[in-house]
């Protein structure tokens, strides 16, 4: 039986290696080319976390998108990626564009098929990763604002004991 025969589920899981690939490398050209290379050469996790989170979150989430598409499994794969992008040097809409990429490849390769049940997947799966990543800025904003008052506090006290040395207080 021809991939083209088989029902739609079946035909993207049977091709998920292919598709996967080319998610990968679409989500890879959103940095320099250096950078790309390095993230899809470089396996070490700890020397490229980017790298080693889309090379294992992505395969998942495709899983995931033909499957049961369960909160409790693709929060965290989500999650993995989007809390790097968003400390990253990226917009709101290219830090969770990654997502929608998906939705060409699946275009080009399956040109002839209904894809609108896919493509609906797709979107809840963006808007997921959308609302993390505004978690995740809002942690990030949170730290800041925390750092900020640390820093103006230690001034303040600095200042006052300055001002009291000046006076010639005693602390």
């Known amino acids: 039986m ?30 320099p080319d250096h950078t790309a290379r390095f993230l899809l050469q470089d396996q070490d996790p700890f020397r490229n976390p980017v790298g080693h989170a889309l090379r294992q979150n992505l395969p998942a989430l495709y899983d995931e998108l033909l499957g049961a598409m369960d909160a409790a499994r693709l929060t965290p794969l989500l999650e993995g990626i989007v809390r790097i992008r968003a400390v990253q040097d990226f917009t709101p809409s290219q ?34 990763a959308f609302d993390l990543y505004m978690q995740c800025r809002e942690q990030i904003a949170d730290i800041r604002v925390g750092e900020a008052r640390r820093a103006v506090g230690a001034l303040d006290r600095a200042a006052t004991v300055r001002e009291r040395s000046l006076r010639g ?3």
């Open 2 to 31: 021809k991939v083209a025969d088989l029902p739609l589920r079946e035909a993207l899981a049977h091709r998920k290696q292919a598709v996967v690939g080319e998610w990968l490398a679409r989500t890879l050209r959103a940095y």
């Open 95 to 128: 830090a969770v564009g990654f997502v929608f990429l998906l939705k060409a490849v699946l275009r080009e390769r399956f040109a002839d098929a209904d894809l609108a049940d896919i493509e609906t997947r797709i979107d809840r799966l963006a808007l997921t």
């Open 169 to 171: 207080d005693n602390p």
